[in-house]
DNA sequence: TATAATTCCTATCGCAAAGATAGGAATTTA
DNA sequence: TAAATTCCTATCTTTGCGATAGGAATTATA
């Protein structure tokens, strides 16, 4: 799997703040994406890490975009919400382990294809999912 | 992850029987792979009954290729050690729950990186594993 | 200044899948 | 009959995902 429902939320949560134009706090976005709230909190939490989102505190608080919804690419929003995105542990975080990495045959092609899934997911933003 | 350790093992498999030009015992080839030798059995098994592999039981017994190590693409190979190759969910086993699925604006996306990452996969063959 | 609405923080739970292991039955050769 | 092998079924452990719980900190506003 190489987006997992954490992922499909967080994009989700964005396009939907996108759509808004404006703040919305976590309950609206939760409620209109139906998405569990305290699932989305902790989700959230990573894009305003991410600075992908500001947060307001308190009440009226919320959310925005700290960009216009086109300068996000579906990589770099994935990037923050899965654990990992390479092909297989060869490439990820086990690619240290690996006695056989330096003649390995197979490594390069998950390379390949870490590169191949990298530009395809860099080639979408949030802007194509505004339906 | 598009690839688990199962898979990578199974590929790992395949090649040594193919850089073998005959039939080996599964011991033999754990051994060589460095793969635990029941974990290698329960592996084995799935190409057994996929078809990719023959077995020989009993003393001098073992396995060998049913094909031209060329004419496995890797595609074939994952599909079948692989719980899935969908990239989310929303293309894999759980497509069918999503009430979102008939207008959703993200589901072309998945789709047509299903459709990258499966033509990848088939443009590599055991042949491209034997270093 | 109290209250309500919000974000923020930390901890935990349930479940499924991955990775691996165990024991022994069935088959075949020598 | 003995040894080497594949075959079959069951189980175990660890990990990560998805989700939940409780409450602290912050802010607007009545």
Excluded: H
């Excluded at 309950?27 to 894009?47: T, V």
């Excluded at 300068?71 to 060869?90: I, K, P, Q």
């Excluded at 690619?95 to 997911?121: I, Y």
């Amino acid at each position: 799997m190489i987006v997992s429902t954490k992922g499909r939320y967080a994009l989700r949560m964005m396009t939907d703040l996108a759509t808004r134009q404006g703040s919305a706090s976590l309950r609206e976005i939760a409620q209109a994406q139906d998405i569990p709230f305290k699932y989305a909190e902790s989700i959230m939490s990573l894009l305003v890490r991410a600075g992908f989102v500001e947060s307001a505190r308190g009440k009226n608080g919320g959310y925005r975009l700290t960009r216009p919804p086109e300068a996000y690419t579906l990589a770099e929003v994935l990037r923050e919400t899965e654990t990992s995105l390479a092909a297989s542990d060869c490439t990820g975080r086990k690619e240290a382990d690996c006695p056989r990495a330096a003649t390995c045959p197979t490594l390069p092609v998950w390379r390949a294809l870490d590169q191949t899934v990298n530009e395809f997911l860099s080639g979408y933003t949030i802007v194509d999912l505004m339906g």
